[in-house]
C-alpha cells in the first residue's frame, strides 16, 4: 500500500529544491528563477511529502482574480505512477478556484492536461546552440535599468494576460538579468532579457513591433553572453522561428501552451522570446 502523501506549500528556501528537479529533467532553470518566482505568490507553491522526503513539487501562481499559471509539475522519478502527482496536481489546482489556469506542457503529459480540461493555444520550440553574434549592434539600444519602469510594464501588459509588475521588477534587477531595449521615435519598440541558466544564457521575454527590431535587442543580448543561448518561441510567430534559425538556432523540443479558458487578448506576433516555461 502506498504511504500517505503530505502536500503543504512550500517555504521560500524550498522553491531551490524544485528548480533542481526541473534541471534534473532538462528544463535548464536559470540560476537565480526561484527568487523571482517566489514573491509573485508566495501561496503558490506546493510541495509532497512522504515522511517528510520530498517526492513532488508543482506551481499554481495567481496572478490577478482572473489568472494563474501552473509549472514545476514534476514526482520523483522513483515514485511515478503510484497516484502521488494527481494528489499534488488536485491540491494545488485548488488554489487557483475559478481563474483561468495556463502552463506550457511537455509532449508526455499533453494528454493527461487536455483530460484536467486543458485546451491547446498553440505550440512553443526551444531553440538552442552558439548563436552568430553580430560584429557590430545596431544604434538605438539602451539598458532597461535606465529605461522608465513604467513604459516596460505598459508594453508587458500588450503580451501577457495579467499585471505582473512586482515580478517583471525583479526579473529586471536579478543577479546575472541584463536587459537590453531598442528605442524607436521615443518608445520601446523592442526589449528583452538574458539571464544565466544551469547551461548557457536563456532569452526572455524578447518583445518585439517586429522582426527588425527583435533581431536589435536579440544581437544586443547574445552580445553579452558567451557560449551557448536559448531561446523559446511561439511557434507561430514565424518571423521569431525565422529570427532564430537565421541566428544559428536549432530545435531542442517543444511544449504545448494550454489554458483552462478564456484569457486576455495578447498580441501573439511580438512575442518572440517567452519569459519563462514555468510562470508564462
Known sequence: MSAPLAIRVMAGNELALAGDWAAAEGWNPGLDDAACFAPVDPAGFYIGELDGIPA?????????????????????????????????WRAAIAHAGARTIGLDGVVSQQ??????????????IRFGGVPVRLSTLPSGLVDLKEFPFAAIEADD???????????????LGA???LGR?????????AWGVIRP?????KIGPLIADDRAAAEAVFAAL?????????L?????????????????????????????????????????????????
Open 175 to 177: 543577479p546575472g538579468h
Open 157 to 171: 501588459a500588450t503580451v501577457f494576460p495579467a499585471p505582473r509588475a512586482a515580478f517583471l521588477r525583479t526579473w
Open 232 to 280: 523559446d518561441v511561439v511557434e507561430p510567430n514565424r518571423d521569431a522561428v525565422a529570427l532564430a534559425t537565421a541566428h544559428g538556432l536549432a530545435p531542442i523540443f517543444e511544449t504545448a501552451r494550454m489554458y483552462t479558458g478564456p484569457i486576455r487578448p495578447v498580441a501573439q506576433a511580438r512575442i518572440f522570446g517567452i519569459t519563462t516555461f514555468e510562470l508564462g
Open 111 to 124: 494528454d493527461n492536461y487536455r483530460k484536467s480540461g486543458f485546451v491547446l493555444a498553440h505550440r512553443n
Open 56 to 88: 513532488s513539487t508543482i506551481s499554481v501562481v495567481n496572478y490577478d482574480d482572473r489568472f494563474a499559471f501552473l509549472g514545476f509539475y514534476i514526482v520523483r522519478p522513483d515514485l511515478r505512477g503510484r497516484g502521488y502527482g494527481l494528489q499534488t
Open 222 to 230: 547574445c552580445a553579452a553572453a558567451s557560449g551557448e543561448v536559448f
Open 181 to 189: 531595449g531598442l528605442v524607436r521615435d521615443g518608445r520601446l519598440a
Open 197 to 201: 541558466c544551469r547551461t548557457g544564457h
